[in-house]
């Protein structure tokens, strides 16, 4: 509630004269009738009222295409391999405008150091679909160069995420491609190894 406090207060001047008690006499009755007023007016108050407010936070929803599935499930990779696969995200959010899409990584588990071994590349674009990069046009790339194991351990939430898609408008999509290739170096102490991921936008 939102209130007011409602005051007034009469105010006079006197003016001195030395003419004579009678007029004194009346300067003085003058006075305390003005003080009595502002008195009684200064015990009124009201208020206001400003009722329903209500305040509610916009919904930013991001999906995807991969139906509950794994991007990646690949065996038996050797060293030079690479594998791409592609996921579309779908901004439908309500009454809010986000700030950029950003990817990052919850955590990984390997058996291993195997994750320190598999290079990630990260693209942003249009076309393709959910484990088919056919038709991919790529419009930025937003991570190339760190493995894995860097990666998560870097871009660890929203804040230091990587990404530049930055919806405008809703529903829209954006198709990310994703590339992971197992190192040349990779030594033979590696063999048989794996590793797990999950990955958020």
Not at 38 to 61: L, P
Not at 103 to 119: E, K, R, V
Not at 177 to 184: K, S, V
Request: with cysteine; glycine share 10%; hydrophobic share 35%.
């Amino acid at each position: 509630m939102f209130g007011k406090h409602l005051e007034r207060a009469a105010a006079g001047a006197v003016r001195r004269d030395v003419r004579g008690p009678v007029l004194a006499v009346a300067c003085a009755v003058l006075v305390a009738t003005f003080l009595v007023l502002s008195v009684s007016r200064a015990a009124f108050t009201a208020t206001t009222a400003n009722g329903g407010n209500s305040v509610t936070a916009g919904r930013v929803t991001p999906t995807d295409d991969d139906s509950g599935s794994a991007m990646f499930t690949v065996s038996n990779m050797k060293r030079g391999d690479s594998q791409q696969r592609c996921i579309v995200v779908t901004y439908s959010g309500v009454d809010a405008d986000p700030s950029a899409v950003e990817l990052y990584s919850s955590h990984y588990t390997d058996s291993g150091d195997f994750a320190s071994y598999l290079n990630l590349t990260v693209e942003e674009g249009t076309g393709g679909a959910f484990g088919n990069c056919s038709g991919f046009t790529p419009d930025n790339t937003i991570e190339s160069g760190d493995d894995l194991a860097a990666f998560d351990t870097a871009r660890t939430d929203y804040a230091t995420g990587v990404g530049v898609w930055d919806p405008a408008s809703t529903p829209v999509s954006k198709t990310y491609r994703f590339t992971i290739q197992l190192d040349a170096g990779t030594p033979n102490t590696e063999q048989g190894e794996w590793v797990t991921a999950l990955i958020f936008t």
